[in-house]
């Protein structure tokens, strides 16, 4: 039996743990550091993510079988390249691959280097240049922060005023860091997620996912970290997950290979079905957060078999459930913007659905908020219609004075 170590504690994480909790090859699932949902069924472990050293320590200690990583940054700063050199094993691209999510700059060259359909953009590192080139262009203008951002270094400017604002943050008060801004070409039509099991050239689709980025209702309001997503999606046809899978998934692999920068782990492509075809908006390096919530749902295939079955370079047996999932998030009010924390939330013990807690605390014997998104309810269906139905009525179970969620999750589908 084996023992298995997930680092992070969101909504994505306590998906990959509850799936790794099935599998009939583990017998003890870590989770560091997780959180108070994943607690109740794993051993959480108070390392932060990004604490390497202690992460290997625990690690040796425990002699964990394999180790999955959720959130980029622990990817970023080198988790993978230390346990491989260690040899242990784990999960997730090396720091020299997560290139391809922490750096647009790196991810648009590759894409125009290696013919890998995607929106016009141009790089800067320098406002006055930024200014002036979006001064000759259109509007809207697409503006992203060359570096990680937790999903909210993008801005799509409607006109000048917005387009100065928003490069003067990323430009010259460095909002997020010191770096570059790529100004890219806006495009349009349905947005999805297209997720992979990747070892080298080795690419395994999991079902397409849409996310909904904006934190309202009509995706309106500020971009957010996910407020909702559901799988199959009936605009997205089976040649057009063909298309993006020979056109784009499989040729960065080979292209990130090529590059002396093999992918091992999850390639999530960010892509939008526009009146030209299917493009490229941004990649990751990591699974998606809230695509895994309901995509994870449908696996029906053991999943540590799976993982190691795909590091090991054999082609693993993967298996789909035939069903919908669609889940919604419930954020804290003033989310992505500031936000209180501590509100206690009631009812959860009454959901009947999946639930998984993204930030949460207990304090005081009491479930209480932590974060900016807090919890995702997620439901499986026959259809999406039916899907869609079970969760908006789980969440009238949660009581929380301090939340708020949307209302239309799924309305490119119906
Ligand atoms: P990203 O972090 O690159 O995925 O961008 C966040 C969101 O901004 C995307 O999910 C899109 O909704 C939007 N976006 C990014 N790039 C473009 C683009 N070139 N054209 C239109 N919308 C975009
Ligand atoms: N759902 C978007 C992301 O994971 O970045």
Redesign the pocket.
Known sequence: MNKVLVVGGGGRCHAIVETMCKSAFVSQVYCAPGNAGIAEIATCVPIKDTDIDALLEFAEKKDIDLTIVGPEAALAAGIVDAFQAAGRKIFGPTKAATIIESS?DFAKELMDKYNVPT?GYQTFDSYEKAVEYVRGGSF?T?L?YDGLAA?K??V?AENLAEAESALKDMLLDDKFGHGKVVI?????GP?FSLMCFVNGDKVYPMPVAQ?H?RAFDGDKGP?TGGMGAYTPLPFISKDDIDYAMEKIMKPVAAAMVAEGRPFCGVLYG?L?KTPSGIKV??FNARFGDPETEVVLPRLQCDFYCLITDILDGFTPVIEWEDCATLGVVLASKGYPGSYEKGYAIEGFTKVETPLYHMGTAVSKGDLVTSGGRVMMVVAKGEDLAEARDKVYKEIKKLKCKNLFYRKDIGHWAF
């Open positions: 647009k929106a809207p697409v992203k999903g270094g993008v799509i890219e070409e806006f495009l349009e947005e996310d980025k971009n960010g939008m908006i941004e």
